[in-house]
Structure formats: C-alpha cells, structure tokens
C-alpha cells in the first residue's frame, strides 16, 4: 500500500455543486468527466479527454493565504507575482481540494497548498489526495509538484510514503502558472526542473 503513484492504476474524484461532477482517469488514459443527470439516475459522459487549456487559460490562482507568513521566500514571491502586473491573476479559493483543483483543470490557473514553517511537511494526504490528484492533473497536461520540500523540488507521483496518514504539499497547475513558482525558487538557487 505505501507505495509511489507509479503503482496508480486509476484516480477519481466527485465535485458536488449545482451538478454533481465524477472525473477519473485510468494509468496512462485520458482524464474524463461525467455529470450526474438526476432525470434518468446515471452519470453522463460530458466531458471527454479533459486538459488544462494551452495557453493557460484564465490567470488564476488559489491558495490559503491565511498561512502566508509561514510559507517560504520563493512562494510568497510567486504570489507577489502573481498580484501584481497589467493583467494580476484573480484569487479563487474554496478551501476543498477537489473543487478548486476541478476549477483549475477545466479553466487554468494554479493551486498551491505548500509545505510551510508550521506544517514542514504539507498538510494534505500524499496517498489519498495527493498521488491521485498528480495522477488526474499530469494526464490533463498540467504539472504536479512539491515545490520544495526535504530539500529539493519534486513530483509529487514519485513521492513513496512512509505511513498510511503520510502529508505532502501541493502545487498543482498549468505550465505557465507553475513556472512562476519556478522561477522564484530558481532565483533562491535550488535545482529547478525543467517543464
């Protein structure tokens, strides 16, 4: 069981809303997405070969701002970057996991839950919210990262953990959006993947 999202079959989640949203996808197969169709009591299939939009879609951002004291030098000046400009990207936040990953997916922008001074370690499940997540997100096209976390930046599919509970943290997003935070972290002279 605690192994890495290389051993990831399939991911899933459901968004309940104004409509009820199931979205999964199987090792290597495209992301779909099916909506709930209360006249009949099925699932429609809606939403076919799901990816983050090309050119990055809409300039979003969603994060709990409410930890930023905590966070690293690199991620509060990815969010000063992202404030700021012509064109500063909108904050959209729910607090669930889910729906402001579903938000991110269908219109583009970026989610970050990062690992902090107070929770070193992130604060969402690497097995049964981060690892299906990253799974969803890299077969939609966009990038599932750590940021920095025990010293280096990585993905969060390769991550193994240690026990059932285990945290990591998060940030999820199109290219051009997780390339700013990149970009800050370069500037702090960590070894930064290339996208």
């Not at 968004?15 to 996808?25: L, P």
């Not at 300039?59 to 500063?88: H, L, M, Q």
């Not at 669930?96 to 839950?113: E, N, Q």
């Amino acid at each position: 069981l605690l192994r890495s999202g290389a051993h990831c079959v399939c991911a899933g989640y459901v968004a309940y809303s104004s409509a009820v949203e199931m979205v999964f996808t199987f090792k290597g197969k495209k992301v779909h997405g099916f909506c709930l169709d209360p006249t009949i009591g099925e699932f429609v299939h809606t939403r076919v070969d799901m990816k983050f939009p090309e050119d990055g879609g809409k300039k979003i951002y969603s994060a709990n701002e409410g930890n930023s004291n905590n966070w690293d030098e690199a991620i509060k000046d990815a969010i000063t970057v992202f404030k700021s400009g012509a064109k500063p990207y909108s904050a959209r936040y729910v607090g669930s996991m889910v729906a402001d990953i579903h938000r991110t997916i269908l219109y583009g922008g970026i989610y970050l839950y990062p690992a902090d001074n107070k929770s070193p370690k992130g604060k969402l499940r690497l097995l049964y919210e981060g690892i299906p997540m990253a799974m969803i997100i890299e077969q939609a096209g966009g990038i599932a990262s750590t940021g920095m976390f025990k010293g280096k930046i990585q993905k969060v599919i390769d991550l193994v953990p240690e026990q059932i509970h285990d945290k990591c943290p998060i940030i999820m997003g199109g290219k051009r959006d997780v390339q700013v935070v990149y970009d800050e972290y370069k500037k702090t002279g960590a070894e930064v993947p290339e996208l």
